[in-house]
């Protein structure tokens, strides 16, 4: 599928943190510089694959869009508002993103839906845990996966997750814990290309308000049809009708005690 001017990405669209790392990197490869960045597209082919198509060679573009997503994300800061723990926003450089981790109803009687992570996860202390794990591009050429766990892990017992990538709740079980509170945190892989690009998506380039259909669902569309880069996120909420497109829904998972427990993570979509 990868050719000379269409750059493949191993990004599972039924993974929440693949789909929105998507738009993140849609959404970033429109700021790299070229002679015809107008022409740019990007779709969903089929299941487990996203395809930007630009003006340059798939291995140039590569290079200079993973330079600049990595910049990106190592200049992200959270900045921590006056309620709890989750209260805040996340910056990057000066670009102020939204708080994804508030009700998306807006009426605050619900568990903010995205904000899936454990009471015990401070997003004050986890970004820059990812971002410490975070492998620059020139690196790793597998950049999107490469692998945070274990021993190897820089930070002392193990990174926490946003809950975003099913990959990463291998431990969590449906009683309503997670794994920081079974103790088997620093077992659980983390992505830190992945984990951070997801809460980039979530709060500088998704439109997560408005994928919210019902109490407890998140509704994504994947396109699969060729799209300029600026209407991914359109596309994404399905409102640009008539698309050949498949339909996803996000239903998190919140465990025994119910959408007040004390942690959640979104198992894969159903389409």
Known sequence: METETKLLLDLDERNLAHFLSALALAALA????????E????????PGH????????????RTLLFAKAYAFLRAMEWHPGLGGVEHGVIASGEEMGVNPFVPLNGDGDERPLLRAFSARVIPQNVLPQQ????????ECRAWLNQLASGPGRQVKNGVSSWGYDYRVN???????TSSDAEGTGCLDPIFPAIELLSVAGASFFASAH???SESGKLCVVAWSKPLPLSLAVLASSGRIHGLPSRNLTFLSRGGAHGKGGSF????PATI
């Open 210 to 212: 408005a994928w919210t």
């Open 50 to 61: 996203f395809i930007i198509q630009t003006e340059h060679s798939c291995d140039e573009f």
């Open 131 to 138: 971002k410490a794990e975070l492998r620059n591009p020139s």
């Open 39 to 46: 022409s740019r597209r990007c779709w969903w082919p089929e």
């Open 264 to 267: 959640r993570f979104f198992p």
């Open 170 to 176: 291998i431990h969590a079980s449906d009683a309503g």
């Open 30 to 37: 429109g700021r790299v510089e070229g002679n015809d960045p």
